[in-house]
């Protein structure tokens, strides 16, 4: 939390065209390709700049210094290796069910139901974790995949329904995250919660299944940071949506469902099974995000731990545009805000809340500028 | 118990006959439950409270419209995002785990129905009232005709906009009463006050078949399951009560598509 951080903006922002072109040809894009980056990049930083004035009167309604709020919020965020560190930790579960929400969307389905799955996912990631004690090598994958299964599962039923039925996904999900969370408090309260505790919270997980933290392999971070390996698997499904998306049949049979069903159907690609495993895939990553706080972060399942990853996953999706690399940095810019809000509550009296706000606002915006999604009404029958 | 969701369904059924989906009905709700609250423990007046609270459902329902109408977001993920700006307002300004307990609206004593609260009385009145105004008026079919046949209002001249407005702002003013009503009833705000009931009388509206008798039918049933919760005397733990509306609101769907039509530009 120290250093000027104007300076430093003021001083590189005639070298930006030149950095953009040189990182481009480091990635190899095409000068085309350039235009159209910064093409789809306009309509963002405009709601990104709508959302920034209405933060900024809002906080002046507050009787706040805006430019000391915003400094507060920068510095938070990458004031120090530390910081930034406890931002990308922050970030973690907002990547999974960014990319989750993405992965849905492309194939013309809204997975609002990722809060449900991360609950479901990270319970079975729990329930294992407390029951056995194997190496860490077993037990860590053990927990992982019960997790996926139990999100791909708990997502599959709206997908099936979906397919067999033609009920819109949008009412399901939203019904199954209730259900999901009824559901795992129930179990903590009723079965699993841990003697002699009052927080309804199940025992701790074995030692074995905790996420190694990532100060342990690099000496620089400090030792205290919880950033831990979950950050790595995040950025591992990041690469995995955009291979699958680009590269694989799977992928181009996903995006074609979501483009062109009747497309897609006269090319013999069956929509139904299409759509039941794309939801599959998109509870999968989702439930990661539960992993990522029962073994990264509390090493125990809390009953109604998430503060709506699932939902902010929605925000990082749109803000991304769907693009898996697009939506790692959204997912980090609202981990970013998520722990920069946290410090501007402490240091002033602009309350956190303020942040799921912006988020709502920039949702809307975003929606109203550019967002179009294939999509019928709620009752769509296939 | 169906009360509120009936409202909410009621509004349902104006915004979606005029091509407009409206899943922000839990976000009126949420944000008129904490507007009733908020002026009732202002002005000391229940009837006070439920202006406020009508007044900040219909503002909300306003931005919904605007987004998705004139500036043509998505309606769902509009929708979604009016349920998340309710959150973020209602939380924001109400920092603490309840409200001040607040007074509740004036309880009518009807001779053969027994005492409730008026709104109960009044939402019958308003399904016979949305019946009658659909179905019966002019106007009513201008609206229906917002959803159904664009091509239809545009040769009379009219304007689909207008309608889908008109339809978007009454579900706001009636899932608002809905949202006043959990709040009299509860005579204080708490978050997740609505619990779901804006989406579960979506639901209702597709059961109904976009009619409003048979929504607020529907609605009866989603409440009769909502009622089961209190019902203490079987050995079930709370929790599993507490999905039994989620549950009956998927088999529902399920069992009721294809079966029941949406209007024909629904969404578009």
New interface residues.
Partial sequence: MNGHPNNTISHTSPVLPFVIVIMARILSISRPQITRILRAGLPIAFALGIVIVLNSLIIGMLGQNVLEVYRILVLSAFGSLDDFGYVLFNATPLIFTGLAVTIAFKCGLFNIGCEGQLYVGGFAAAWVGFHFNFPAIILIPLCVLAAMVAGAGWAAVAGILKAKFGVHEVINTIMMNFIAIALTSYLVAEIYQEAGQMTPQTPPISDTAHLPRIATFLAFIPKSNPLNVAFLLALLVTLFCQFFLKRTQYGYELKLVGDAPEVATYGGVHVGAVTVWTMMLSGAIASLAGVWDVMGYRHRFLDNFSPGFGYTGIAAALLGRNHPYAVLFAAILLGALNKGALDVEIWTNVPRELFLIIQAVLILCLASIQFKWHAGPLSKTT | MSTPLALAGLGGVYSERSGV?N?ALEGIMLISAFGYVIGTSASGSAWAGLLIGIGFGTAIAL?HAI?SIS????Q???G???N??A???T??LN?KATSPRVEGLTQWNLPLFGSYSCLVYITLLLTVGTHVFLFKTPWGLRLRAAGESTEALNMLGLSRARWQYIGVMASGVLAGLGGCFLASEAHYFTKGIT??RG?VA??AV?FGNWTPYKTAAACLLFGFANALQLESRWQI?S??L??LP??L??VV??GV??K?K??AS??K
């Fill in positions: 989906v899943i931005v987004a500036f043509r977001a998505d769902i993920v509009s979604v995002a009016i998340f700006l959150i973020g307002v939380e924001f920092r619990a779901g989406y979506l639901a597709i733990p929790q599993l507490q999905c989620y549950l609101t998927m769907l399920v598509i294809g029941s949406p209007p629904l969404g």
